[in-house]
DNA sequence: AGTTAATAACTGACCAGTCAGTTATTAACT
DNA sequence: AGTTAATAACTGACTGGTCAGTTATTAACT
């Protein structure tokens, strides 16, 4: 009646126990937000106790630190390779990094640090002036070295970039929010993909040089 | 040492409680969140005690739940009118609507609704419910109004007047959420006046027929 | 004097953080 | 190989502080 090869607890599995308490603890902050989240339900979907959550972090602050600092910043690299990549074609270059961002941010567990970031930004100074720094601060200069790009080849119009920039990414942070905040009031919400071709149509048509090139205004 | 005829504590001004306490309710729920939220820090905002809210509001729920009541609804129809007055003119419409909604609810304490509702959403799914339904739905039906008029007036492209709806709040909303998140983090923080020209600069770029009219690309 | 708004002291549930004890794993020594 | 000692991962009952909600009392107004 019993499988000793796999005892439910007691298990020691030093090195992967961090990684799993602070994917148990995004999940959780994100759904609750940090201060209705409990350590004890934490550490029950990371399958441990309590007690063993703090061998590994000394406060529950410090489990929200590196839930924050192991998040997003190792993906933001990835995004600053497509600058590379599609220096070339500025308009290729947005739709990649849009879509990028929705493959490996936006619909992952990673997509609830918006919601998570901006609940808790003035409650923990320091930490959303971390995620500012290493996160916000570096996707808007990959998005206006793009449209700077663009209006230096002459494919999009002279507009305020810094304004633009800020502009173009609330669109796609509102979509991973929307997740984890009204899709269940929102019965029958719209398909990601969809939304985020709407977002590149007009994007794309509101920077395009107004009588630049031919082909031009597709129906849906 | 003392005014007799203006004393702190014991004034009896039952009708004006209770907004005084919603009001102080939403500066700190929107600040801190629901449950980091002391009751006891909410009545001395409002210049009375712990007891004496509870005179007014049963429990912390039901006075969260009369923040967001009395909150948004009454100037939504404020909006809706909108549509009748600049029913002939879809840009100006836009215009008014955007700049509306940033003076009406935006700048003030309202501003800080998005932020509180998107936080709380999973934790409350009546009153996000309740708040998806007669706000966010009827702000929507109104935008999806004006693009449908500019459309039929042959303004406005042809697009998918459902998702460009939400794109097109998304910067809306993630102004006001900013104000109240990231804000402290991003010394010289854009204008919002600047923000929601270029906003709105994108939009209507973004919406118009690519030939239609002779006026275009106005550099900043 | 009676009524009601307001207060402040009080209670009890809850939860972050602790720690004495348990179990698995490794090492040492036959 | 088998026994035992030592270590390190893990557990869950416990504690102390906090805070939502209650109540006995006080002050204001009629």
Redesign the pocket.
């Known amino acids: 009646m019993q499988a000793p090869d796999t005892?439910?607890?007691?298990?020691?599995?030093?090195d992967?126990?961090p990684a799993e308490l602070t994917a148990a603890a995004l999940a959780l902050f994100v759904e609750r937000g940090f201060?209705?989240?409990?350590?004890?339900?934490?550490?029950a979907r990371a399958?441990?106790?309590?007690?063993?959550?703090?061998?590994?972090f000394?406060?529950?602050?410090?489990?929200f630190k590196a839930v924050i600092r192991e998040g997003i910043v190792p993906v933001i690299e990835i995004g600053e390779a497509l600058l590379e990549t599609y220096r070339d074609d500025p308009e290729h270059l947005l739709r990649e990094i849009i879509f990028g961002w929705w493959k490996m941010i936006g619909s992952t567990p990673l997509g609830g640090i918006p919601k998570l970031m901006i609940a808790e930004a003035a409650n923990f100074p320091e930490i959303a002036q971390f995620h500012y720094d290493e996160v916000i601060v570096r996707i808007r200069r990959l998005l206006a070295t793009a449209l700077e790009l663009g209006q230096a080849k002459g494919v999009f119009r002279q507009v305020d970039v810094v304004a633009q920039v800020q502009i173009i990414l609330s669109p796609l942070l509102m979509l991973a929010i929307w997740g984890h905040s009204f899709a269940c009031c929102d019965r029958a919400g719209i398909d990601p993909q969809r939304y985020l071709e709407a977002t590149l149509d007009l994007i794309l048509n509101g920077l395009r040089k107004p009588r630049g090139n031919g082909e031009n205004g597709d129906a849906p």
Request: proline share 3%; aromatic share 6%; net charge positive.
């Open positions: 005892p439910l607890t007691h298990q020691r599995r030093k992967a126990r201060a209705a989240t409990r350590l004890e339900d934490v550490a399958g441990v106790s309590k007690g063993t959550l703090y061998l590994y000394g406060s529950k602050e410090e489990l």
